[in-house]
């Protein structure tokens, strides 16, 4: 009796699943790692949400180039959009403008005058005295 | 105000190097007030009426959050004869010096 040799079997069609999986996973570390990084105090720019949520979408692109689904097309095209949000964030929304003011080193700290939180005044010449200072400027309260 | 709250938190090292932080904004007394009692070790400064922004020019027009000026996040690092030895402004409105940075900055400028 022969045996019929079967023929191998295709290869399973990979359907890109595990990387849209991924590539959600990618989009949202970055806002959870940037979370977590304020938590602890950690004031350092957070280049590596634009960049997680870049590698993020191109993920979700390649699982979309594997099958076209409605859900695909979607969550590819949100990831696109956030990823490229916050490259605009961090690249202009965020950014301050340069200093290009009059106080320069090695020269006075300008005259002014105003007031401390007690109500005292305050003023250029208190600058000068048995204390060097770091003056910090932040944006309020709020 | 986690900045604020690194300064305060280190505020034995600034006191070591005999140097005081001097916290400033916009903020009206009663705000600036509170923010003294929050960190008492540093000296909070209540520039309501946007003299000293507008001497130092560190004014971010519009960037509050009702779109009134306010402080663009800058550092100066002043000594005892009132010269201006170094100044630092962040690319971005989210990012500021680290207390050991500050600290960092201090040290370089009393070696000199």
New interface residues.
Partial sequence: MNESKQPPSPPPRYSGRTFLFLGLLLVIAGPVIYTVQVQNKSLMAPWYVPILATLGALSMGWSLVQRRTIWRWGTAGLASLFAAFVWLMMLVGMATPPYQGPVTVGHAFPSFETRLASGEAFQQGDLKGDKNTVLVFYRGHW | ???????EKNHAE?EK???????????E?E??????QEFPHL???????G???K????V?PG???KGED??????????????????F????????L?AKD?LKA?DE??AD
């Fill in positions: 105000m986690i900045e604020l709250g690194e300064l600034f190097r005999n140097v005081r932080v001097v916290a400033a904004s916009v903020d007394q705000m600036a007030r509170q923010t003294q000296v909070v400064v209540s520039d309501s009426e003299k000293l922004i001497a130092a020019e560190v971010h960037a509050g959050p306010i402080a663009a996040p800058t550092t100066f690092f002043i000594d005892r004869q009132g010269t201006v030895r170094s100044l402004r962040p690319r971005l409105v989210v990012t500021r680290s500050v201090v400028m009393l």
